[in-house]
């Protein structure tokens, strides 16, 4: 029969603590904010994208997808429901600002280009459904109760 020592023993499992768990929520969020920066500039670039002198909507697809996984990902990391904002502000923020001339005449998001307008209209909704859904989920319990 072996003894262990109290000295031997490792610390009991919990939850960590506070400040560790603030550090990582924060960090996550700053993660989702320029995510969906970055997921916004591809989309833009990918507006124009054409093949056989076509448009095609792979922006709206990828807003679509990229959203979704934006807001989830926004929820699980920070813990709060109205995390889904934290992707959406910086997202919808950019597609203001390229959709707006410049004073030399340059202009990201033209109103001609459908494919640019499908992108803002889907991510809009993307966003939208995804808050939706968090407001009318019902309150995470513990340990499933």
Do not use: C, K, Y
């Not at 960090?27 to 994208?49: H, M, N, P």
């Not at 990201?108 to 494919?115: E, P, S």
Request: aromatic share 6%; net charge neutral.
């Amino acid at each position: 029969m072996s003894v262990v020592n109290d000295q031997d023993a490792p610390p009991p499992a919990g939850p960590p603590p506070r400040l560790l768990d603030l550090g990582l929520r924060v960090a996550g969020a700053i993660v989702v904010v320029v995510a969906g920066v970055v997921t916004g500039v591809l989309e833009l670039l990918l507006a124009t994208l054409r093949v056989g002198g076509q448009l095609i909507g792979v922006s709206a697809l990828l807003a679509v997808g990229a959203n979704i996984l934006l807001s989830w990902f926004a929820h699980e990391v920070v813990g709060r429901r109205w995390a889904v904002a934290l992707p959406a502000v910086p997202w919808f923020a950019l597609m203001a600002v390229a959709a707006i001339r410049t004073t030399e005449g340059d202009l990201l998001l033209a109103g001609d280009n459908w494919v640019g307008l499908a992108m803002i209209v889907a991510g809009a909704m993307t966003f939208a459904v995804m808050g939706f859904r968090q407001i009318l989920a019902p309150p995470a319990t513990l340990g499933g109760w």
